[in-house]
């Protein structure tokens, strides 16, 4: 038997494979139709603290190998959250980390503070970066000093571990990512999404209402992969890689690269099962090549 | 939501630029529901990346179709395919039409535009089922877009034709021929799917004779299944506005939910 088991050190997940913020609804959603428990985690849609309507349409643009989204974090809010959502969700055995948003400082406190309060929430993921909600896409996350800043005032808090989730619209991301170990962060999980747009040329209007929105998919899987392994290198809390991963091979990439575990976002909108089926290929990975155990292989790229 | 990675093309038919493919799918058949529709992935490899929305078009048995208009690169592809190939589907996906036995002996109207027609047929066929009487009209550019005439006419509906050149029917927009129509009968019920600006003038006429009608809304989709929140509307629901997926609380909606 493979163990597929990681240990994050502030989390312990049944194996490295996490449903990504914004893929995976609140993470009930799918639960008529997958066997949820097979998963490491789920990260929640983002949540600010009270309900939020979204961008208007189109929200949506589809590219070569990926798509921009700008969807605007529409949202049920802290309370319906927990009282709807979160009494449901613990029941199933994944990891539940609950991605937080916030307009302000104020608000990404406030949002923990209410739900540390709550059970059943494993983690938070600090969604400092999300590109989509203002035009320009201005997010703590592409300073260093305003990541700090959040991210120790979460921290003093936050009754449970937190994970910073960096942009990738830097130009340094180690800096960021050092900022965020500075200020207390359990781990760091990244990249969110690329700035992006996209034009139609029949109108010339943008494809999106919003102007701009994030790139996700499998287009920025290389670009991710060089990120992660930078921010690997350099911190020494727990990485958790994202980017485009479709496959039990992209996700060996990302924990080669030095991930402990890895985030399956836009995977789960083309194919339901994709994190389940990302799974089974890691599964069928560690037994074809003898390794019992995958954290075996995490940060082993040969140079 | 079911996923059937293998759908059997078990038929092909063609018209121009039009496309008709019979799905082998019996558990996704056996569930559908007229309005319903299905993801389809176009290929199996990586591009294009998203799955496509299809209305159901009909069931036969074990079988679904969808009816679609070569279009863009998803559709392009897709009718490339032919009979024996397989589809990776999720289906059946979003809330139907309403089919209510009450319409027993009640007359309604359906009222499809282009490939906006392609819903109309499996409704027709269940409303027909509880006994509804039936009249769909049915309204393209010219004579050659009306690919589905011979189709419908089999089945026995009756049938009022339009198109906007006049190479068949009433000459014009098919919202103007129900309007004409309506001179002689008012229906219980209608049901319209095709381009945004008919569907709202189609909403508009029912409203101003207070006849109830539903419409099936077209959008852009990122999953089909209510995760990504793409495929949003402004819809009246509760008394309140509010951004609703088309694919999980629609595709149909009422008149009134619309806001056009």
């Known amino acids: 038997m493979t163990d597929l088991s990681v240990d994050l050190g502030?989390?312990?997940?049944?194996?490295?494979?996490?449903?990504?913020?914004?893929?995976?609804?609140?993470?009930?959603?799918l639960a008529?139709?997958?066997?949820?428990?097979?998963?490491?985690?789920?990260?929640?849609?983002?949540?600010?603290?009270?309900?939020?309507?979204?961008?208007?349409?189109?929200?949506?643009?589809?590219?070569?190998?990926?798509?921009?989204?700008?969807i605007g974090l529409q949202g049920i809010g802290v309370k319906r959250f927990s009282e709807e959502i979160l009494p449901q969700l613990k029941k199933y055995e994944p990891a539940v980390i609950v991605n937080v948003c916030g307009e302000s400082e104020e608000e990404y406190v406030s949002v923990v503070d209410f739900l540390s309060q709550k059970e059943g929430i494993s983690a938070f993921e600090l969604n400092i970066s999300c590109p989509n909600v203002k035009k320009g896409g201005l997010c703590p996350a592409l300073d260093p000093k305003e990541t700090f800043s959040v991210v120790s005032s979460v921290k003093k808090t936050s009754?449970?571990?937190?994970?910073?989730?960096?942009?990738?619209?830097?130009?340094?991301?180690?800096?960021?990512?050092?900022?965020?170990?500075?200020?207390?962060?359990?781990?760091?999980?990244?990249?969110?999404?690329?700035?992006?747009?996209?034009?139609?040329?029949?109108?010339?209007?943008?494809?999106?209402?919003?102007?701009?929105?994030?790139?996700?998919?499998?287009a920025i899987k290389p670009i991710a992969l060089r990120m992660v392994y930078q921010v690997a290198s350099r911190v020494n809390i727990p990485v958790i890689g994202m980017g485009g991963i479709m496959s039990g091979n992209d996700a060996l990439e990302f924990l080669i690269a030095g991930a402990k575990a890895i985030e399956v976002?836009?995977?789960?909108?083309?194919?339901?099962?994709?994190?389940?089926?990302?799974?089974?290929?890691?599964?069928?990975?560690?037994?074809?090549?003898?390794?019992?155990?995958?954290?075996?292989?995490?940060?082993?790229?040969?140079? | 939501m079911i996923k059937d990675p293998q759908a059997l093309i078990m038929r092909k038919e063609s018209w121009e630029d039009y496309y008709l493919l019979s799905l082998q799918s019996p558990d996704i058949a056996n569930q559908a529901k007229p309005g319903q529709f299905t993801m389809v992935k176009v290929t199996a490899q990586p591009y294009p990346l998203l799955r496509r929305p299809f209305s159901i078009h009909s069931r036969e048995k074990e079988n679904i179709e969808i009816f679609f208009q070569k279009k863009g690169v998803g559709t392009t592809i897709l009718a490339q395919k032919e009979i024996n190939d397989s589809l990776d589907i999720l289906g059946p996906l979003g809330k139907g039409f309403r089919v209510d036995p009450g319409l027993k002996g009640k007359t309604v109207f359906l009222v499809g535009g282009g490939?906006?027609?392609?819903?109309?047929?499996?409704?027709?066929?269940?409303?027909?089922?509880?006994?509804?009487?039936?009249?769909?009209?049915?309204?393209?550019?010219?004579?050659?877009?009306?690919?589905?005439?011979?189709?419908?006419?089999?089945?026995?509906?009756e049938l009022f034709y339009s198109t906007e050149d006049g190479t068949l029917g009433f000459k014009g927009l098919v919202s103007d021929l129900l309007k004409a129509e309506l001179q002689n009968l008012i229906p219980e019920y209608i049901y319209s799917c095709g381009p945004e600006l008919m569907m709202k003038k189609i909403a508009q006429i029912a409203a101003d004779k207070k006849i109830s009608s539903e419409f099936s809304l077209e959008s852009l989709m990122g999953c089909g299944f209510g995760i990504c929140w793409s495929c949003v509307r402004r819809i009246r629901k509760d008394g309140e506005e509010t951004w609703l997926k088309i694919c999980e609380e629609g595709p149909v909606f009422s008149k009134e939910e619309i806001i056009w």
């Open chain 1, 10 to 29: 502030f989390l312990k997940l049944k194996n490295p494979v996490i449903a990504a913020s914004g893929t995976f609804g609140y993470g009930l959603e």
């Open chain 1, 32 to 70: 008529p139709f997958i066997d949820l428990n097979q998963l490491g985690g789920i990260v929640t849609k983002g949540l600010y603290f009270n309900p939020r309507p979204g961008n208007p349409p189109p929200r949506l643009a589809e590219t070569p190998m990926g798509l921009i989204n700008a």
């Open chain 1, 159 to 218: 009754s449970f571990p937190i994970i910073t989730k960096l942009s990738p619209n830097v130009t340094n991301i180690e800096e960021i990512a050092l900022s965020a170990q500075e200020a207390g962060s359990d781990g760091i999980s990244l990249v969110n999404t690329f700035l992006a747009m996209a034009v139609d040329v029949k109108t010339r209007k943008p494809k999106l209402d919003n102007l701009f929105g994030g790139l996700s998919g499998p």
């Open chain 1, 265 to 303: 976002g836009t995977a789960n909108l083309v194919d339901p099962e994709a994190t389940l089926k990302i799974i089974q290929e890691l599964k069928d990975y560690c037994k074809k090549n003898g390794i019992e155990k995958i954290e075996e292989i995490v940060g082993t790229l040969v140079s």
């Open chain 2, 115 to 157: 490939r906006g027609i392609a819903p109309l047929y499996f409704l027709a066929e269940e409303l027909a089922a509880i006994g509804a009487s039936v009249k769909i009209f049915y309204g393209t550019k010219s004579l050659s877009d009306l690919c589905l005439k011979d189709k419908f006419e089999k089945k026995g509906f």
